[in-house]
């Protein structure tokens, strides 16, 4: 069975820090590119940080400078490090796993909360 699972998630003051982690099994991790997305409540869900298979990284704009996506494959997991946290990043954030020729997956997610 696939399966992308997502933890670290929680509740944090404004400037606070959260790790967030994606453990995967099934696929062979190595060469899948691997995403966070996030999605509150009434809005889209939207890109946050993507690295590749060669470790190529890109970010929201507005996480840009605050947030660092990296991944262990020795580990078959995904980090999210968020650090000075805003209220406006409270939201569900998901793994996801993508490469060529397939599906996208997605995992369950884990909930984010930034308030005082």
């Known amino acids: 069975q696939v399966q992308l699972v997502e933890s670290g998630g929680g509740l944090v003051q404004p400037g606070g820090s959260l790790r967030l982690s994606c453990a995967a099994s099934?696929?062979?991790?190595?060469?899948?590119?691997m995403g966070w997305y996030r999605q509150a409540p009434g809005k889209q869900r939207e890109l946050v940080a993507r690295?590749?298979?060669?470790?190529?990284?890109n970010y929201a704009d507005s996480v840009k400078g605050r947030f660092t996506i990296s991944r262990d494959n020795a580990k078959n997991t995904v980090y999210l490090q968020m650090n000075s946290l805003k209220l406006e990043d409270t939201a569900g954030y998901y793994c996801?796993?993508?490469?060529?020729?397939?599906?996208?997956?997605w995992g369950q997610g884990t909930q984010v909360a930034v308030s005082s």
């Open positions: 099934g696929i062979y991790f190595s060469i899948y590119a």
């Open positions: 690295i590749t298979r060669s470790g190529s990284t």
């Open positions: 996801s796993a993508d490469r060529v020729g397939t599906s996208r997956l």
